[in-house]
């Protein structure tokens, strides 16, 4: 049984596809929804001015992502919790479905070429491999 939901998102036209799939489930559900948003910050920053300049990005990038995400839960009448978290993605998300408890995932496709996806992976594909809770990835 379902009890708590998770909504990894990225900004992305999938991400947007996969909220979209997740707040029909947790309305169906009668459950709430969080969605995680993570600000990838550098590994090795050359300055604080680095850093902050990051942030400003983020958060011009984030916040109309946060807004549009919350009128569509309303039109659902779904509750969306929305946080904005630093750090890497498949590792933040991870080490937040272990914190919360989330017993599903849910996750957008973002098509790469078979060269990129090889060499490199995708983050849904990792999400799905490391990930402790079932994981879905909408297309």
Known sequence: M??????AHDGSDGAFKALTFALDLAHQLQLPLSMLMVEETPDFPA??????EEKREFDFRFK?????????AALKQV???????????VRTITEF???????????GFMGHSAL???IIGG????????????????K
């Open 2 to 7: 379902l009890s708590n939901i998770l909504i």
């Open 47 to 52: 300055s604080m001015d680095e850093v902050m």
């Open 64 to 72: 109309p992502v946060a807004e549009r995400a919350k009128q569509l």
């Open 79 to 89: 509750n969306l919790d929305v946080q904005v978290v630093s750090g890497h993605p």
């Open 97 to 107: 479905v272990k914190e919360h408890g989330v017993d599903l995932l849910v996750v």
């Open 116 to 118: 990129y996806e090889r």
């Open 123 to 138: 983050t849904a594909d990792r999400l799905v491999r490391l990930s402790p809770c079932t994981v879905t990835v909408v």
